[in-house]
């Protein structure tokens, strides 16, 4: 068993584990941050996606004692007090999420991907939305919201 | 009975599950925290075939944090087998323990349970576990398995052959002498698993003192799983309560009693502490359940127009190791609707089932989903071998709108479908007529467009009275029950178990509709096998028309009731002119509909805390209950229309457009619909493109990981355009349909004749799914 602190979503967690403990076991267990999804455990579901010092990362490939002295956003940091982020709230307005358990991963991937592409083709939404698996939606409501989020994003600043 | 005018029903409400899953507070199973829980680890089979010889566990007990090591020996004194003997004919009776005793059946079938103090811990000493095998030669496929002296999977049976049907009607042998032409055609479908992005688990806590067993599982049918729990843990069902929270996908999957959910049940039980399980990915593919892999031939006899004489159909499933529903429950429905919209009097087929050395087979989206890529295929070879437009042969054979109900050879019925209009308006929207040119146009520039069309007439809701006809056990009648609380909150619930479907939105707007509230005011009370009442569960597209029915007439009774009393509040003699809209009574005077000051809230209120002010004779208290049997089938329809280009130097294909038009009927939610309808499609273009459970010759699954099992992914598929032609059923008071599985039909199907369109300048055809690049490259390659 290894001691060592993690910064999630701005919050200091004392842990304790074992260091082949993975990141997303430790954000469930020890964090008791439950929002972030474990669907395969080898890195192709995407679900587990979260934010490392900002950079989508799947918490299911990385060991939590790794993360020291980095900062870990996961699914529960994007609603600031209640009110749903922009992507958040398209895919709540076009049904962009079924059973759910993806979804998170989904919300991580494109938060942090918009920021840099504010304004992206639905090809280039496609792409990126492909390495997150949904087996519910098709991804057709997923994919529009995502647009849907960058049209209005880029009609606000315009 | 007297039909509210649908103010709700039908609005495309977001959905009120949304927000607990955008922000991370869903309460899937493994979300829920159980203090002191311990944590099983199943070893597994590395064989497909094998005698156990002995299983040595003490070098595993002493490892770190172990506390029980259970094997199939001791789950036999814990709990019964599962003995599946419906009286089916041709149906052999077959009969599993918890966990194998003396022989494994497939690479990856549990031998032993470990239980330790973390997961980690477990998988751990599972390794140590010995197991002495004596390795047999394995059943691996469908013609293995059907030999002469074939190795029996199953010793207690006379051969692998598990179930056998054969059905006639009318003369097709005779029609086969007169026809101009009898057309032969094959379609093999590979073996897929449902792949819920999260896989099984659950957590069993026995309560010694109450002698009473929880079970946080994700569940599609809370109520007949606890029957089963109890059962094989020989308990009554008041000892045994299912919490089925947010359930992260099922498609079928989520069904079944599995082994290492009894086993983790009895564990539980014997160490008197909470035990749970989450299967990695690789058993969830490997040993959760499969579906599908069947091979079809039809024999179509034809007049020189293509009109349909009569047909042949033979089906044969690969079922697997292990029969956890009744081995004919598949295929048979196949056989039962095969011939959909189109006109049939003399019809025969045969349906076999084959056990095989691999995970045993269920239920996926659309059990029967081979059906429509059967017969339109079928309809492409007539147009093929004729020299006909496919969409002609199509047009001549299908029922008109003047001859429904129209029955089909087997006896089922259809009534109150649209497979006309539906065609026709996938055809306008493909632009098929167009379409030919800018194929010959693209052919001349090498480029290799095809165009399929597909209707799909899906059974989405089994009444009683089916099953009793197909001598299947068991009830298709959903139930439901609505209270409103004194201070006028609505609580509802029914017997289905959610999985993404978005139930707490669309059956709030059904219990808006039916009582006169708004949807806000409805709170669905679902998944808890103490809470909701004994319903039937969610599986084929059911939902809609069982639960969403049964609820409707609750909210129906307590509407009722509520106007009763408010007569009696406002001073009128009856009820007559009185409505409840959105939480407030109405008086219609004169063709006029004017408020009153009477609110649901106060009405409850006095229903509950001054019954002596009620109507004489009525009962305190404002709490009701339904149940509801629906007709034997209903069915609806759609159809499909997709393009494609196939390289035909890589194989590879894309979809460069989607059409489907839909008819299901009253929309609950269209969002809702709609979303289903895509996500039905991308299962069905993810099967018939990509997903295949593969085994080696020896019966090694060589499929355990998501980079060997390959699934649709956003890049895989196209946006899909859905045009919404709903038309009422009378067969239910709301008239709704159903849906959700034919579009994993339509799907399978019409990609098929799309590509094999696109492939007709080869001279080949495409019979066998998935339609991968490989298999499409290797026909092109042969026809050179």
Known sequence: ?158 | MRRPKLRHIGAALPRKEDLRFLTGHGRYVEDIEVPGALHACFVRSPHPHAKILSIETETAKIASGVIAIYTGKDLARWTTPLRMAPPIEGLRPVEMTTLPIDKVRFHGDPVACVIATSRYLAEDAAERVEVDYEPLPAVANLEQALLENAVKVDESLPSNLVSIQKYKTGDPEARKREAFKVVESEFHQGRMTHLPIETRGLAAVWDEGRQHLTVHIGNQVPHPYRSQVAARMRLSESQVTIVSPDVGGGFGQKIALYREELTVCAASRQLKRPVRWREDRMENLMAASHAREDSVRTRAAVTKEGRLLGLELEILEDFGAYCFYPANYLARVVAMILTGPYKLRDYAFEVKVALTNKCGNGPMRAPMAITSWVIEGTMDAIARELGLDPLEVRRLNMVETRELPYTMPTGEVIADITPRETLEAAVKAIDYAGFRKRQAAARKEGRHLGLGLCSVVESTTYGSKFYKAAGIPGSGHEAAWLRIEPGGAVNASVGLGATGQGYETAFAQVVADGLGVEPSQVRMQMGNTDVAPYGMGSRGARGGTAGGTAIFLAAREANEKVLAIAAQMLGFDSAEGLHLVDGRVEREILGERVKTDLTLAQVARTAYLDPTALPKGMAPGLDFSKTYDPPPMTYSNAAHACEVELDAETGALKILRYVVAEDCGTVLNPFVVEGQQHGAIAMGLSGALLEHMRYDEHGNNITGSLADYLVATSTDLPGFEVIPMHTPSRGNPVGIKGMAEGGVMGAIGVIACAVNDALSPFGVIADRQPLSPDYLRSLIRSAR
């Open chain 1, 1 to 158: 068993m290894l001691d060592f602190e993690l910064t999630v979503n701005g919050q200091r967690y004392p842990v304790r584990a074992e260091p082949r403990k993975l990141l997303s076991d430790v954000l469930r267990e020890d964090c008791r941050l439950t929002g972030t999804h474990v669907g395969c455990e080898h890195g192709v579901c995407g679900a587990c996606t979260v934010l490392v010092d900002g950079k989508p990362s799947r918490a299911c490939l990385i060991y939590a004692v790794q993360m020291q002295g980095h900062e870990v956003t996961t699914i529960e940091a994007v609603a600031k007090d209640g009110k749903l982020s922009p992507l958040q709230q398209a895919l709540h307005e076009v049904h962009g999420l079924q059973c759910g358990f993806c979804t998170a991963g989904i919300v991580m991937t494109f938060e942090a991907y918009l920021k840099e592409n504010p304004r992206p083709s639905e090809a280039e939404v496609r792409e990126v939305l492909s390495g997150n698996l949904c087996r519910c939606t098709g991804y057709h409501n997923i994919v529009k919201a995502i647009i849907r989020v960058a049209d209005e994003g880029s009609d606000a600043t315009a």
